[in-house]
C-alpha cells in the first residue's frame, strides 16, 4: 500500500475513528484502526466489537492495499507531522512508513486480515432525521442512562419511531426522561434501544445541525450515517420498563412557575450539601415553593412564588436529579406535579407534550 494526503484530514478522520478503537483487548487488531486504499480514497475503520464508525477520505493511491497501524501511535504522529501532506507506504512485512516533510517514522502494523468483520444493516423503510434535532433530543436524555450493570438494556436510550413521531426515554432507576418531537417519516412502527457510547459517537460526529442523519435498523445491529461517517453499533437486547404505566394521570399539587426562577432558589439552597444523602426538602402552600436543607454543614433556606393548585405538600427529593431535568426543559415556565411525599415527581411543559421528566422523591 503506498498514499499522499492532506494531513489535516488525514488526522481529523483518524481521531474520529479512534474513539471507537479498543483501549485495551485480547484482539491485538482491534486496538489499531484498518487502513484500506483503493482507487482514489482510504476507508479507516475503528470497532471495538460492539461500536465501530468507518469514513472515506480522498489521497493519492499509488499502490492499493492495506493494513492495520495502532491508533494512539497513529494519531499521536499525525498531529505533529510538519507538512500539509504526508505519505504512507507498507510492504509486505507490515512495516509502514510515514512521512512528512523531514519527518520519518517507521512503524510495526499488523495484517489486515486480523481485522475482525463489522456487521452490515440492511433495513427497510430508512429512518431520515436533521442531525440538530436529534442531537438536541440525545443530550437532553442521556443524562438519565442507567450506569448499573443489574440491568444492561437501561445502559442505553430507547428509540420509538412511528410515523411522524420520533421519542426517547432514558431510565436509570430513580428517574425517567422522555422526548417527544415529530419527524417526516411514514414507515413501520419500530423500537429499539442504542448505547449509551454510541450515542455519544453520533453526537461528537454530527458537525452540522442542518444536515440528517440517515438509520438503519437491523434485528441486532444500528447504523447512523453522517455525512462521510457511518456509525455502526450493537443493539441492546433486554425488557425495557414499561415507562408509560410509571406515569401518573391524575395529581393532586400543581405548580407552574418560571423555569429559571426554580433553578436559581434550589441552587441557592444547595450550596451546602454535599453528598447524595442530604435531600432537599420542597414544601408547597400559600402559592410559595419553599426550599430548605440541613447538612453537616449547617442550614439553608429560600423560596419563591408560583401558581400552585390544589393540596398544599412537603416532600424530599435529590436536587441534582430536579435540576439536571429542568436545566434542558427548554421552556420558559414548566409544570411541576404531584401526588403524595412518596410517589414520583413530573416535570413537562405547560401547553405540550414535547418533554416529560420524572424523578422519584426522596424520604425526609
Known amino acids: 500500500m503506498k498514499i499522499i494526503c492532506d494531513s489535516a484530514v488525514l488526522a481529523k478522520a483518524c481521531m474520529n475513528v479512534q474513539r471507537t478503537v479498543s483501549s485495551k483487548s485480547t484482539i491485538p487488531a482491534i486496538e489499531g484502526i484498518l487502513i484500506k486504499a483503493l482507487g482514489d480514497s482510504i476507508r479507516l475503520t475503528g470497532y471495538d466489537l460492539e461500536v465501530g464508525t468507518d469514513t472515506f477520505i480522498p489521497a493519492e493511491v499509488e499502490e492499493n492495499g492495506s493494513i492495520i497501524l495502532n491508533a494512539r501511535h497513529l494519531c499521536d504522529i499525525l498531529r505533529m507531522v ?54 438536541d433530543m440525545i443530550r437532553k436524555t442521556i443524562f438519565s442512562v442507567s450506569t448499573s450493570e443489574r440491568n444492561p438494556v437501561h445502559s442505553g436510550v430507547k428509540f420509538e419511531i412511528s410515523d411522524g413521531k420520533i421519542v426517547l426515554v432514558a431510565v436509570d432507576g430513580a428517574r425517567l426522561a422522555v422526548r417527544r418531537e415529530d419527524i417526516d417519516y411514514s414507515g413501520e412502527d419500530v423500537g429499539f434501544v442504542v448505547p449509551a457510547k454510541t450515542l455519544g459517537e453520533v453526537v461528537k ?21 453522517i455525512g462521510e461517517y457511518r456509525v455502526i453499533s450493537r ?17 393532586s399539587t400543581t405548580v407552574v412557575a418560571p423555569t429559571k426562577r426554580i433553578i436559581e432558589c ?99
Do not use: W
Request: hydrophobic share 35%; charged share 25%.
Open 235 to 251: 443493539l441492546l437486547e433486554g425488557n425495557f420498563i414499561d415507562y408509560k404505566s410509571a406515569i401518573p394521570h391524575v395529581y
Open 266 to 364: 434550589i441552587e441557592r439552597t444547595s450550596l451546602i450539601i454535599t453528598d447524595r444523602s442530604s435531600p432537599l426538602r420542597c414544601s408547597i402552600e400559600n402559592s410559595v415553593m419553599s426550599f430548605s436543607c440541613v447538612t453537616t454543614v449547617g442550614t439553608a433556606n429560600d423560596k419563591m412564588p408560583a401558581d400552585i393548585t390544589g393540596c398544599d405538600l412537603e416532600i424530599g427529593f435529590n436536587n441534582k436529579f430536579v435540576l439536571d431535568a429542568l436545566k434542558v426543559c427548554d421552556a420558559e415556565t414548566v409544570k411541576m406535579q404531584f401526588n403524595s411525599p412518596s410517589q414520583p415527581i413530573i416535570i413537562t411543559p405547560i401547553d405540550s407534550d414535547s418533554f416529560l421528566y420524572l424523578i422519584l422523591p426522596v424520604r425526609i
Open 82 to 135: 510538519p507538512d500539509d501532506t504526508v505519505s504512507l507506504e507498507s510492504d509486505e512485512r507490515n512495516i509502514c512508513k510515514i512521512v512528512s516533510g523531514e519527518a520519518k517514522y517507521s512503524i510495526i502494523g499488523t495484517s489486515a486480515d486480523e481485522y475482525p468483520d463489522v456487521p452490515t444493516v440492511t433495513s427497510g423503510f430508512p429512518i431520515v432525521v436533521k442531525q440538530g434535532l436529534l442531537k
Open 205 to 225: 460526529l454530527g458537525e452540522d445541525d442542518d444536515g440528517v442523519y440517515s438509520i438503519s435498523v437491523g434485528k441486532r445491529h444500528i447504523c447512523f450515517e
